[in-house]
């Protein structure tokens, strides 16, 4: 695996090494000990996939809150999204900042997003699929998140939301956001 550092400090795309030959590839796309030597929490304690059926769709920008707050690792298994994230951590030279990239089946690149960032995604194509590998489990008590079109973040989405939910709608602006 390639670890590439994204501007906002502590997250990374998570690129494959494949192995290739005339069968096809083989490529590790978690390896705990590489995590642990990259400073990235490397524990699993749920896995979620998200389908989204139309393209356009939106999702976020979703966090988990103390004392449970969760790592994330997002890989698209189909089609293709707009993956973004988005630093809420007080303190942070970076806070407020985001970083987005296309995830795709076909380039089967990830993005680490660290606790304390905010994570959302825009599906490209009708039936996008994305796995995500959660540091925590989901607790409902402890969901948030920050509006996906609020002008503090300016994030640059890029197609117009055909798809968001009432949830997401209804979520705060970055400063009215709880911790």
Known sequence: MKFVATPLAGAFVVELEELADERGFFARSFCREEFERHGLVAAVAQCNVSYNARRGTLRGLHYQG??????????????????????????????????ALELTADNRRALYVPAGFAHGFQS???????????????????????RWDDPRLAIAWPVAPAIVSERDRALPLVGDAAP
Not at 69 to 97: H, I, Q
Request: net charge neutral; hydrophobic share 35%; proline share 7%.
């Open 124 to 146: 490209l194509t009708d039936a996008s699929e994305l796995l995500y590998q959660m540091s925590e489990c989901y607790r409902a008590d402890l969901a948030r998140g920050v």
């Open 66 to 99: 103390e004392p449970h707050p969760e790592a994330k690792l997002v890989r698209c298994t189909r089609g293709a999204v707009w993956d973004v994230a988005v630093d809420l951590r007080p303190g942070s030279p970076t806070r407020y900042r985001w970083f």
